[in-house]
């Protein structure tokens, strides 16, 4: 019997390679997708999507545009506002949700899939940065694991399960430098947006591709390893892999390596996610042995990436520290990439956020809505820092 399943994010970078690969894969049936603002894209894949009936669908658009998508489609249920995403997870009859919505906007539907105990493969690591603990307690209430879409945590899951138990020493995560590698801070002050959205190895949306100039994305990824595996965040170490053809490795007790190597196409993990981790076929271009670099690994001291230590000290901090960092980082990247402030103000941001009021874990207050009102918060204030004038 086929899997139903609710794809967040369809309009994305991650969304349309999960469609290519769905239009082929016959043991799912999509019921359902979301899209933001990017409603061309719906129209379009709603009169031609053939593979399945979509009943469920998310914008992120006005009433007006809803009115408008209902008389185009009367057979399909339109959701939109700011709890709509939560409310087409509970609605729609998937037992499958694959979230590729970018930023926090991802986490309810994410927080909303695990409470009712819904199968979810991941990419948008943001949930995890802003509220692992609230999704890991829903996860542990349902007995269930989340499936990762993030090429790195993907790599993890492979490793761990290729170990088959044995004892592990540390866990190791590939970074490809970005386009700034080994750049100082004062080299950074003029670079141009599009600068920092030419990544050297993978194609992606433009905000994780700043983070990954940033490094911000590898300091998420750490936070977003500790909650999937149950590891310190603090304890990976980082590597720099410059071709990305090493996705992440572990190494065991005994002196072995395991590591998941490959090309940096991401039809891999998500082919990865959709078999359920039992693994896949044809996804990706396979490689001989011979054509795939040796492990050139470069030395890499996180304690010298601003990015990399301002997560983990949100981290350390907890309750709503994280979804305060992460609300300025997507804030100030906007305002980056509108050319409104440079790129140094990015670290800036985050810095400050770490000032901002923390509800812990534990405070009666603690739980979706103070992430939700600490996102706010910061969103406003660092939109009030640099675009009023004192
Ligand atoms: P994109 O920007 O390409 O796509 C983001 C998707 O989210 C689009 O469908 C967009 O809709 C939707 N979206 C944006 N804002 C909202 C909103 N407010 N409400 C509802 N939907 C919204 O990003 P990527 O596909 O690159 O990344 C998606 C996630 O996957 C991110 O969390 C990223 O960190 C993670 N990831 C991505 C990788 C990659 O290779 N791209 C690799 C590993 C992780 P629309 O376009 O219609 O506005
Ligand atoms: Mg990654």
């Not at 509800?359 to 603690?366: A, S, Y």
Request: charged share 20%; proline share 5%.
């Amino acid at each position: 019997m086929s899997k139903r399943l609710l794809l967040l994010g369809a309009s994305g970078n991650i969304g349309t390679q999960a469609l290519d690969l769905l239009e082929k894969d016959s043991s799912y049936e999509l019921v359902g997708v979301s899209v933001g603002s990017n409603l061309s894209f719906l129209e379009n894949f709603l009169s031609s999507w053939k593979q399945s009936a979509i009943t469920h669908v998310y914008l992120n658009g006005s009433e007006e545009d809803i009115a408008r998508f209902r008389s185009l489609f009367p057979n399909v249920f339109f959701y939109r506002g700011e709890k709509g995403l939560g409310e087409l997870v509970k609605d729609c009859p998937a037992d499958y949700v694959l979230n590729a919505i970018v930023g926090f906007a991802g986490f309810l539907p994410s927080y909303v899939a695990s409470s009712l105990g819904k199968t979810l493969l991941l990419a948008n690591k943001e949930s995890l940065v802003v509220g692992g603990a609230l999704i890991n307690e829903q996860l542990a209430a349902h007995h269930q694991k989340i499936i990762p879409i993030d090429s790195e945590h993907a790599a993890f899951a492979k490793c761990l399960d290729a170990a088959g138990g044995r004892p592990i020493d540390r866990f190791i995560i590939t970074c490809s430098g970005g386009p700034f590698y080994r750049k100082t801070l004062s080299e950074l002050s003029n670079v141009t947006p599009e600068a920092a959205l030419s990544h050297p190895t993978w194609k992606m949306g433009k905000k994780i591709t700043i983070d990954s100039a940033t490094l911000f994305n590898k300091g998420f990824e750490l936070v977003e390893a500790g909650y999937l595996f149950g590891i310190d965040p603090s304890s990976i170490e980082v590597r720099v892999d410059r071709r990305s053809h090493v996705h992440s490795a572990i190494l065991l007790k005994d002196g072995t390596y395991l590591a998941d190597v490959g090309p940096s196409d991401m039809h891999g993990p998500i082919g990865y996610a959709l078999s359920l981790g039992k693994g896949h076929s044809g996804v990706i271009e396979t490689k001989d042995l011979a054509s795939i670099p040796g492990t050139d690994f470069e030395p890499f001291d996180a304690e010298e990436s601003p990015a990399i230590q301002l997560v983990l000290q949100g981290y350390r901090l907890g309750g709503t520290a994280l979804a305060s960092l992460n609300a300025a980082n997507e804030e100030a990247v906007h305002l980056f990439l509108e050319k409104r402030i440079p790129f140094l103000s990015i670290y800036e941001a985050a810095r400050l956020s770490l000032s901002f009021p923390i509800v812990k874990e534990g405070d009666p207050r603690w739980g979706y809505e103070a992430l939700s009102e600490a996102d706010h918060a910061a969103r406003a204030a660092i939109r009030k820092r640099y675009l009023e004038k004192p």
